[in-house]
């Protein structure tokens, strides 16, 4: 239960209508991120005065009480979260009318944004898990005094059996130019991504 001092307080400027017209993605992206911050700020001002002592005095009383000041506080959660849509509805239908050439492959800028999601993070994170896994191999056969060797290698050219050591069934060239070649395109998307989301307009 809140426990609140009791004191006056300045009376609420009213809430501003949501701009409406054309924006850059930049533009309306940063006015989604200053959204969710004023949800969350409404939605931790009810949880502050949602309940307090009787014996306490309305501290909104002179704005027509504190029920009253939640419910124009989830009106203008309301409000923010129609805009919200709005501005996702107008980003989506942007993006996936936008074309993006990175290296030889075109595809719409949802489509790159799903890629990078969900196909090149989890994709960079395992290789790099991968390649960070064959230098402990090599690190801890080193500190036994054991050979590391690839599968290729070990095997030989006329099938010989594999001599003692470790063997790493990776080609860590082929591991590492695909690191380096996903780090490449990831940087390249992230560099015309902020070009199109300067100059892409979108209307809400």
């Known amino acids: 239960m809140a426990n609140h001092q009791t004191k006056a307080r300045m009376p609420q ?16 992206l940063t006015e989604l991120r200053s959204l969710d911050k004023r949800i969350k700020a409404k939605r931790e001002a009810i949880r502050s005065y949602l309940a307090r002592q009787a014996a306490m005095a309305d501290p909104f009383h002179a704005e027509g009480g504190t029920s009253a000041f939640i419910t124009r ?9 129609e805009r919200v849509l709005a501005l996702r509805g107008a980003i ?16 719409t800028l949802a489509e790159w944004l799903t890629w990078r999601t969900e196909i090149a993070y989890p994709r960079q994170r395992f290789l790099q898990k991968l390649y960070q896994r ?65 100059t892409t307009m979108v209307t809400v």
């Open 73 to 81: 506080e989830l009106e203008g959660i309301e409000t923010f979260e």
């Open 92 to 107: 989506y239908e942007a993006n996936a009318a936008t074309k993006l050439e990175i290296g030889d492959e075109t595809r």
């Open 134 to 198: 064959i230098k402990d191999v090599r690190r801890e056969a080193l500190a036994r005094g054991t050979t590391v060797v690839t599968a290729t290698i070990a095997a030989g050219a006329l099938g010989a059996p594999p001599p003692a050591g470790v063997i790493v069934n990776v080609n860590e060239r082929e591991l590492v130019n695909e690191l380096e070649g996903l780090d490449t395109m990831l940087s390249q998307f992230e560099g015309q991504l902020a070009v199109k989301n300067a």
């Open 13 to 28: 400027p009213a809430q501003a209508a949501p701009r409406t017209g054309r924006f850059t993605l930049t533009e309306a």
